[in-house]
């Protein structure tokens, strides 16, 4: 289990917490900031997955290309927001790529 997702669940559970004491209490901006915390805290949880998911990709790659994988991998666990920038980007280029045809 990665990073992300220890942090994430951490965050769910603390953004679902502060969202019911805001209910409980009336105070709605605690509510709405305890729904932003959880939200971000399942994005992170999905983050994790993915990084879990492609690390037994890796490890069942062929031998010459684990290197490189492992590479990646490292660099899209020390930087999560410019790997999913840089997965958003390609996938907005695949898009329009695929339409002009």
Do not use: C, N, W
């Not at 949880?45 to 990084?51: E, F, H, M, Q, S």
């Not at 069942?60 to 492992?70: E, L, M």
Request: avoid cysteine.
């Amino acid at each position: 289990m990665t990073d992300q997702r220890i942090e994430g669940t951490g965050e769910k559970t603390l953004g679902k917490a502060r969202a019911a004491l805001g209910r409980l209490t009336g105070d709605r901006k605690q509510q709405v900031e305890g729904h932003l915390t959880e939200y971000k805290g399942k994005a992170r949880d999905a983050y994790g997955r993915v990084i879990d998911g492609l690390d037994g990709l890796v490890a069942r790659a062929p031998a010459d290309y684990q290197d490189s994988a492992r590479k990646g991998l490292d660099f899209a666990r020390r930087k999560p927001l410019v790997t999913t920038g840089i997965v958003a980007g390609l996938a907005v280029l695949l898009g329009a790529l695929g339409r002009r045809r």
